[in-house]
């Protein structure tokens, strides 16, 4: 809502009646307590001092006033006490002694108590530790004998870069091993078998065809 000169009058004579800017608020109807305020703030007038002031201490309630206690009674006189003639006193009886010590009770069992651990093993406490379990001592390790049949042969452990690698036999036989001869320079075999392992291709022309397959089965080209 605007503010029109009819409304500012009405704000400017009720500020100067000291009404609060709530109460001018609501008579003013359509603005809030903060725009009475940032108006007059704007119009210049005059700031009216705080009803609370900062150094003033609030009183404290005064403490209900004490019923005065009532006044102690005067002690009574104590009545005279007659003393009666002594009484004689017969000696105690001796306590029965039992002919056997009572038997003392066993006593009751603790609970175990058993922790389950994840998984569903059980965990076990103080008292079901065992001992360590000495470790065993170490295996004498016994070379393998070789074989009687490859014995004065190269086997696969024996080759290097100077030994013919040409397998003789076949792998699953016992006598199975190597060439052993010293190999061709820039070949890993001998003279002998580099010329099985790498031989020259003849002329297309001069070629021989392949043997056919058994049993007559398609030849692969």
Same mark, same amino acid.
């Given at each position: ?5 009819? +409304? @500012? ?14 109460? @001018? ?11 009475? @305020? ?24 005064? %403490? ?5 206690? &009532? ?29 056997? &010590? ?6 009751? %069992? ?26 065993? %001592?170490? +295996? ?70 392949? %043997? ?10």
């Amino acid at each position: 809502m605007s503010w029109t000169d009819e +409304r @500012i009058d009405q704000l400017k004579a009720m500020w100067e009646r000291g009404l609060t800017a709530s109460q @001018i608020a609501d008579e003013l109807g359509g603005v809030s307590r903060n725009a009475v @305020i940032g108006k007059a703030h704007r119009l210049g007038l005059q700031s009216r001092p705080s009803p609370v002031k900062a150094n003033e201490v609030p009183k404290k309630a005064a %403490p209900p006033a004490r019923k005065p206690a &009532p006044e102690a009674e005067a002690p009574k006189p104590a009545a005279p006490v007659q003393h009666a003639a002594p009484t004689p006193v017969r000696p105690a009886a001796p306590a029965p002694v039992s002919a056997a &010590p009572a038997a003392e009770a066993p006593a009751a %069992p603790q609970p175990r108590i058993i922790s389950v651990g994840p998984g569903g093993f059980l965990r076990q406490g103080p008292g079901d530790q065992q001992a360590p379990i000495p470790p065993a %001592p170490p +295996r004498r390790l016994v070379p393998a004998k070789p074989s009687p049949d490859i014995a004065g042969k190269t086997s696969l452990l024996d080759l290097t870069e100077r030994i013919c690698k040409w397998p003789m036999g076949h792998p699953g036989e016992p006598d199975f091993h190597f060439c052993g001869e010293a190999v061709n320079p820039g070949f890993p075999y001998c003279v002998e078998h580099c010329g099985r392992a790498y031989q020259a291709q003849l002329p297309r022309g001069t070629r021989r065809p392949p %043997p056919p397959l058994p049993f007559g089965g398609p030849r692969v080209r």
